[in-house]
């Protein structure tokens, strides 16, 4: 409709009645027809024909005696000729077009908002995932980048982190609970309080390579009278295969005093609604974390420092890049035979961008010689300021690579002797 009110706009369609009072003119109009092949001239020569005085005998007769002419002239005018100016296009035909397209146009927009349009679902506003399961499980696909792989060809452990990162904070926006932080409330932020992660547990089933899609689900409980629980399920969207869990534990610290605080009843009304009432995805490790030292730890790496774009929007490391320094001390024979399964986390204190800090590893048995050629390895870690305040505690599970790339399997081996 839209279309056909702008194309007669610009174009002009005669209309039945300038047809038939064309054919009414007599012989010399009708030979004009509704085809414009006659010249402007013939057709003014036509009407100066049609409006001269009858004569009588030589002579001019008025129109006073001949009412019958005077009235079929003013009932078949002549159309007026086509000029530069009557050939211009309707204006208000054409702003009147403009108009319905731009309200097409935002009625489209506006039905783009967080309302659900099913029970089942729940489109995101800023394009980048979908509520589902009754609006309490957030759901996003990342397509693996090449810069997201390592020298396995496979996605490291922290592009895992950072996509379970990245879902969790566009839960929180779509759901409308966002306002500023890392995942903050509109009740929190009055409050000056923050989320901050007090421990995590991910396990590894299968590392996706570069141009897999991965498809993340996560969700948020309760944790006991203080805390929110919130758990990620990775799986392969070709597939359906799983390929990672993981769980964590938050609690609120204010961001002035960077004091843990209690959940106040205002918050807790604001984010009980979302809980999902369901088993954490990954069975507790209850196993302490030992504290380690420079006596006792078998690899120490030193002198580890914080760069500005390691900050977070909260002003101190982000949580992705302490991963990166407990790798850092691990033994180059395990990172090259052996690819990390299991990762558990307990976060001790913040650390700022003028930290110094230090990376302990050490290997559950006698030696690497013992754990080479085995089929796992675990390693306990610990991630401390250089004045011995800890940062992170951390136990790791490895498992040998899998075999299924012999020439990656022969580059490994050479670099190794």
Request: glycine share 6%.
């Amino acid at each position: 409709m839209v279309a056909t009110a702008a194309t007669s706009a610009f174009f002009t369609v005669p209309s039945p009645d300038s047809i038939a009072n064309t054919t009414r003119l007599g012989n010399g109009a009708a030979s004009v027809g509704p085809m414009k092949s006659k010249s402007a001239s013939e057709g003014l020569q036509v009407k100066a024909n049609a409006q001269a005085p009858p004569k009588i005998n030589g002579s001019s007769v008025g129109l006073r005696k001949f009412p019958d002419i005077v009235k079929t002239e003013d009932e078949t005018p002549t159309p007026p000729p086509r000029t530069i100016i009557n050939q211009l296009p309707d204006w208000s035909m054409l702003l009147a077009a403009i108009t319905t397209i731009f309200l097409a146009a935002e009625k489209q927009w506006t039905m783009l908002d967080w309302k659900p349009r099913r029970p089942d679902m729940l489109t995101d506003p800023f394009g980048l995932g979908r509520i589902v399961q009754d609006g309490l499980v957030f759901r996003q696909n990342f397509s693996i980048r090449s810069y997201e792989i390592g020298a396995d060809r496979t996605a490291s452990i922290e592009t895992l982190m950072n996509h379970l990162q990245e879902t969790a904070l566009n839960h929180v926006k779509t759901a409308g609970l966002l306002v500023d932080g890392f995942g903050s409330t509109p009740e929190m932020s009055k409050r000056n309080l923050i989320w901050v992660v007090t421990k995590m547990q991910i396990l590894v089933d299968r590392y996706p390579s570069w141009g897999d899609v991965v498809q993340v689900d996560t969700w948020v409980c309760g944790s006991g009278k203080n805390g929110m629980r919130r758990d990620w399920h990775v799986r392969d969207v070709k597939t359906g295969e799983t390929l990672t869990r993981a769980s964590s534990v938050w609690v609120m610290m204010n961001k002035h005093t960077r004091r843990l605080s209690k959940i106040p009843e205002e918050v807790r009304r604001e984010i009980e609604p979302h809980f999902l009432g369901s088993p954490p995805v990954v069975a507790e490790d209850s196993r302490k974390l030992p504290k380690l030292d420079e006596c006792i730890a078998d690899f120490v790496r030193s002198g580890l420092t914080p760069r500005w774009n390691d900050l977070d929007v909260n002003q101190h490391v982000n949580n992705v890049k302490y991963i990166g320094w407990i790798l850092e001390s691990a033994p180059l024979p395990i990172l090259e035979t052996h690819e990390l399964s299991a990762i558990t986390l307990e976060y001790r204190r913040e650390c700022g961008r003028d930290s110094v800090l230090q990376s302990l590893t050490t290997l559950s048995g006698n030696g690497i010689d013992d754990h080479e050629n085995s089929a796992e390895v675990e390693c306990q870690h610990l991630l401390r300021l250089e004045t011995g305040a800890e940062i992170v505690r951390a136990r790791t599970d490895w498992r040998p690579k899998p075999a299924n790339n012999p020439e990656m399997a022969g580059e490994v081996s050479a670099e190794s002797a």
